[in-house]
């Protein structure tokens, strides 16, 4: 008997919210006057702070269109509204193609920090990000205003994020490759970023992933870019070393000060970690981490760590550089072909690992005591 009251009310509160936003999109638009067209913005963007809110803001493009035409608009408070709205709106999949449909005004405002975060939530999805690099290629210089971004006294943290999702795709990662530019070289320094872990795990993702390019490995481990203690700075700690032990390691992670932390963001040392092997997929690369005394701070490291996610990710490292080398045909093994059902039964002892790492956590907790580490061949 109920139903038709309650099935009424609920039409009569869907056409309020429809009639509501109807008139912000009014609102928003230059005939409204650039008070009302302020006052508006400010009134998304406070709608964009609830999870409800951004999604009707999402499915409505008309009001996207607008809040797009403000943010690339003269006027700064009403721009700086909008613009903090879209950003909000920007990770609901509803808004993806009103979005990009308005580009080019969001290139435009690149690169502010706002818009990089609006585009980094955009390019979270591999069609998106292609958009994205298209665009930037299409307006001539590429990647280069977002690496120059870089160079700033206090670079936006929205860019690493930004940076991270381009490199997603081949064609993002050539970008950063690109030896002509020094590009990746300017990434290197925020590995120890400590104003913003978004920046610093923005860039270390994005370095993660130019590490899939083994066809540079040589080169990033080279004199010429030196990634290696970039990456292993991060998880080193205050620990001192025989003094044999210490010559092996590059000066940059020899003598380290008693205070030195590690990386404190779990997900952050697990992509350092996976970087490294990364680098280690080809025979010259496994050399050359090898005896760059990278074993050295993984034992430590491993000491020291407590997540199992990135424990496991430390133990599979040093089994790469403490085991045997690969067979004839799989010295690249980024190259190697695993059949299916391979790579299923090792997607299942990888579960097994990870619920072997949580219950070995546990009775660690209550030891108190820690894993030992499998130990380097004798030199």
């Known amino acids: 008997m109920l139903e038709a ?3 009424a009310a609920a039409a009569a509160e869907e056409g309020a919210v429809a009639a509501a936003l109807a008139e912000l999109a ?13 006052a508006a913005a400010e009134a998304a963007l406070s709608l964009s702070g609830g999870a409800e809110g951004r999604r009707l803001l999402a499915e409505r493009p008309a009001v996207l269109a607008a809040l797009l035409e403000l943010a690339a608009g003269p006027s700064p408070p009403a721009a700086r509204c909008a613009l903090g709205c879209l950003v909000n709106v920007s990770a609901e999949p509803a808004a993806r193609g009103p979005l990009l449909a308005g580009l080019p005004a969001l290139l435009g405002l690149l690169p502010g920090g706002p818009a990089c975060g609006l585009l980094a939530n955009l390019c979270r999805e591999r069609g998106a990000a292609r958009r994205v690099l298209r665009g930037l290629r299409e307006r001539g210089p590429g990647l280069e205003p977002l690496l120059r ?15 991270c999702n381009l490199s997603q795709l081949p064609e993002g990662r050539r970008g950063l490759l690109d030896r002509s ?11 120890q970023c400590s104003d913003s872990v ?9 370095l993660r992933n130019c590490c899939f390019e083994y066809e540079d490995h040589e080169w990033l481990l080279s004199e010429e870019v030196d990634i290696l203690p970039f990456l292993l700075l991060p998880l080193a700690g205050p620990e001192e070393f025989p003094e044999d032990e ?22 952050i040392r697990k992509m350092l970690l996976e970087a490294i092997m990364l680098l280690t997929a080809t025979k010259a690369g496994r050399h050359i981490v090898r005896e760059k005394g990278t074993y050295l701070i993984l034992r430590e490291l491993h000491r020291w760590e407590r997540e199992p996610d990135v424990l496991a990710a430390c133990e599979k490292l040093i089994q ?4 045997d080398e690969p067979g004839p045909g799989m010295e690249n093994l980024l190259e190697v072909n695993v059949p299916e059902e391979v790579e299923e039964q090792l997607q299942r002892l990888d579960r ?9 956590r546990e009775e660690r907790q209550e030891a108190r005591g820690s894993t030992p580490c499998p130990k380097e061949p004798a030199r």
């Open 26 to 38: 009014a609102l928003l638009a230059p005939p409204a006057g650039e008070a009302a067209r302020a």
């Open 246 to 267: 210490m010559e092996r390691l590059p000066a940059d992670l020899q003598y380290l000060p008693q205070d030195k932390q590690r990386e404190e963001e779990p997900d």
């Open 181 to 191: 530019r020094c590009s990746v070289q300017r990434l290197l320094p925020f590995t």
């Open 5 to 7: 009251p309650v099935m």
């Open 320 to 323: 790469v550089l403490i085991g």
């Open 352 to 360: 097994e690992e990870e619920e072997q790492w949580r219950r070995e």
């Open 149 to 163: 971004a870089l160079g700033e006294p206090r670079p936006p943290p929205q860019l690493g994020p930004l940076l």
């Open 198 to 206: 978004v920046h610093r795990r923005g860039v270390v993702g994005a």
